[in-house]
């Protein structure tokens, strides 16, 4: 490749800006890992207070006898409110952690095909500028700017490039 030496954008910056995506989106995914088993960790606790509150009722509650006493609840119905609280809880925290796997999941697919993307470029692509083109592309398709809140996109870079006037 005796054109790579003048060509401003080599294949293999491209390539390696490839690979160096897919490893910020798996460190993306090993944090929210550690998120998850950190909500993981409180849905078991919560679990264990729910049993142990569960566990501590009555195996009977008594009923009301006088309409007088309808209006208090008793010990009883205190703890079921208090358990519902922890329940409704707990299914918030589960649904954080689906979103957490689902986006986990969408990242980590995201990061094979930038994977793949490199592979393809070191492989076929002899010209800097079909790198770009491609890599850009892909990242349109993909909406690869939305899985990086801290780094700049080549889509990103390329379209603020075309926005600003050239002097």
Do not use: H, N, W
């Not at 800006?17 to 849905?43: H, K, N, P």
């Not at 007088?68 to 329940?87: F, K, M």
């Amino acid at each position: 490749m005796s054109d790579d030496a003048a060509d401003p954008l080599a294949v293999d910056d491209l390539v390696e800006y490839c690979r160096t995506q897919a490893g910020l989106l798996s460190g993306s995914v090993e944090t929210m890992a550690a998120e998850a088993d950190d909500l993981l960790d409180e849905i078991d606790a919560e679990m264990a207070e729910i049993r142990s509150r569960l566990e501590a009722l009555p195996d009977e509650v008594p009923a009301t006898e006088t309409p007088s006493t309808a209006d208090v609840p008793d010990a009883g119905e205190v703890d079921v409110a208090a358990i519902e609280e922890l329940q409704a809880e707990l299914e918030e925290k589960q649904l954080l952690v689906e979103a957490k796997q689902a986006r986990m999941q969408a990242f980590q697919d995201l990061a094979a095909d930038y994977t793949d993307l490199a592979e393809e470029l070191a492989a076929d692509v002899e010209d800097g500028q079909t790198a770009l083109t491609r890599v850009i592309e892909f990242e349109a398709d993909a909406d690869a700017p939305a899985y990086f809140d801290e780094r700049e996109t080549m889509l990103e870079t390329a379209a603020a490039s075309a926005e600003s006037p050239s002097e």
